[in-house]
């Protein structure tokens, strides 16, 4: 199964919101609520930032939200800073116990 | 607080074999889903399977089957991973980090653990 599809790139300057796609089939993203968000900063482990589409973990600011239409899902990050600047990942259920990732987006703050 | 702690890095020649291991504390190992992820030099994250150390349950990526697999010991709260028939192309970082459902709920990560594949 092939990864999700993210954009590689995406930027805006301090202030800005951005917003990342990531879209699945009808047999992951379209199927299940299960889409979670991970920031990863260069050399580091990967850090949970949304799940269950929309959802958001205890400690993460609400600048970031999630959504999903149909078989696309976005991050979105208001107000961006400077922080912000990091790869981030899409994951979704895929049905039968497996999981699956999107390529990954390099998010740059100009 | 949660914790999962890796092995350290390892060098290994084509066709060897790796295991990789991965420390929880912090909670009980049995309450959670493991799942193993690879990451290539400069490349996206990639889903290799989970275990479950309450029964020892896994499931594994396709790319994978047959040359993985994912064990536990849930006396001393650690799970493995090994990866046989190593090739070049299998050089990455390898975290493990656990799911309380297998939804993608995953809420903590190991520090990573680089494993060279070289002659």
């Known amino acids: 199964q092939s990864a999700l599809t993210q954009p590689p790139s995406a930027s805006g300057s301090p202030g800005q919101s951005v917003t990342i796609s990531c879209t699945g089939t009808s047999s992951d993203v379209g199927l299940y609520n299960y889409v979670s968000w991970y920031q990863q900063h260069p050399g580091k482990a990967p850090r949970f930032i949304i799940y269950e589409v929309t959802k958001r973990p205890s400690g993460v600011p609400d600048r970031f939200s999630g959504s999903k239409s149909g078989n696309t ?12 600047e990091a790869d981030y990942y899409c994951c979704s259920y895929a049905g039968n116990n497996r999981l699956i990732f999107g390529g990954g987006t390099k998010l740059t703050v100009l | ?18 295991k990789v291991s991965c420390k929880a504390s912090g909670y009980s190992l049995t309450g959670y889903y493991i799942h193993w992820v690879r990451q290539a030099p400069g490349q996206g994250l990639e889903w290799m399977g989970w275990i479950n150390p309450n029964g020892g349950g896994t499931s594994y990526a396709q790319k994978f089957q047959g040359r993985v697999t994912m064990t536990s010991d849930t006396s001393i709260s650690t799970v493995y991973m090994e990866l046989s028939r190593l090739r070049s192309d299998d050089t990455a970082v390898f975290y493990c980090a656990r799911d309380d ?7 903590y990560w190991g520090q990573g653990t680089l494993v060279t594949v070289s002659s």
């Not at chain 1, 899902?73 to 912000?84: I, P, Y």
């Not at chain 2, 607080?1 to 790796?18: D, H, I, Y």
Request: proline letters at 3%; glycine letters at 10%; aromatic letters at 0%.
């Open chain 1, 73 to 84: 899902a976005s991050l979105t990050v208001s107000g961006l800073q400077a922080e912000d």
């Open chain 2, 1 to 18: 607080q949660v914790q999962l702690v890796q092995s350290g890095a390892e060098v290994k020649k084509p066709g060897a074999s790796v």
């Open chain 2, 101 to 107: 459902r297998l939804t993608g709920k995953i809420d």
